[in-house]
Each structure stands twice: as C-alpha cells, then as structure tokens.
C-alpha cells in the first residue's frame, strides 16, 4: 500500500495544476486577468478600488502575502475591509498560476499591481 500514496499525490498535484485544456500564461495581462476571474466583490460593493500588489515565484506560486495599495472604497471601515478581503482572497484562490517557461524565467521577485474595482472604474492589470 505505501507505494500508492506517492502516486497518489502525485497525480492530485498535477490535476489541481494542470487543468484539463489550460495553457501556461504567457503575458503578465493574461496573468492579471486570469486572478481578476477569480474575484467576486463583496455585496454592496458600489464605486471602490483597492490596488493589491504581490510578487510571484518562478513556479507561479506567491511570495508572499498580497498588499494592499491605492485604497479608495466607498462605505465603512467594515465595508473596506470586506473588499480588500475579497481582492487578496482572489489571488490567493487563483495562485499558483502556471506560467511559460519564458515569463516564469523572469517573474521572479517582480513585483505586480493588480487594480479590483467596482462600478464605472476599470479594472486593469498593470504589472510595475
């Protein structure tokens, strides 16, 4: 039975990384817009933006904990928190991406500026 496990393990990692029919990211925007599609504001979220900034690892993987930056979000302290949640919850549910050998070569330590935005703003990747 032991010999199993490892397989096991193996082949969950690789469907969870891997799914059916995806493409390495090859563009910092592909990068952007793939977390952007993971994101759900909070409710009542009307007319906010928060900039979260992050770096990734060569293996897609986060650095470290998303921050916050450019903080504009309409309603109350609560209501700011819940949206800055929901933005840092977004790139840590879609992490780690898989990413082309040749943008995985140079991401390392980078760092990238995501903007979250509800309402009439735009919602733009805007690696830095």
Same mark, same amino acid.
């Given at each position: ?26 563009? +910092? ?7 952007? @599609?993971?994101?759900? #504001? $909070?409710?009542? %979220?009307?007319?906010? =933006?928060?900039? +979260? ?7 897609? @993987?986060?650095?470290? #904990? $998303?921050?916050? %930056?450019?903080?504009? =979000? ?22 780690? =991406? ?31």
């Amino acid at each position: 039975m032991r010999p199993h496990r490892p397989l096991l393990a193996l082949s969950v990692l690789t469907a969870w990384t891997l799914p059916a029919g995806a493409e390495p990211l090859t563009t +910092m925007e592909e990068v952007g817009t793939k977390i952007l @599609s993971c994101w759900s #504001p $909070p409710a009542g %979220a009307q007319n906010s =933006v928060v900039s +979260m900034r992050f770096s990734f690892k060569r293996d897609g @993987s986060l650095v470290g #904990p $998303p921050r916050p %930056a450019n903080i504009d =979000v309409a309603g109350d302290e609560d209501q700011r928190k819940q949206f800055i949640a929901a933005a840092a919850e977004a790139i840590k549910h879609c992490t780690p =991406v898989e990413l082309a050998p040749d943008l995985a070569q140079g991401i390392g330590g980078q760092v990238f500026t995501l903007q979250f935005a509800t309402g009439d703003r735009e919602q733009t990747p805007m690696p830095q």
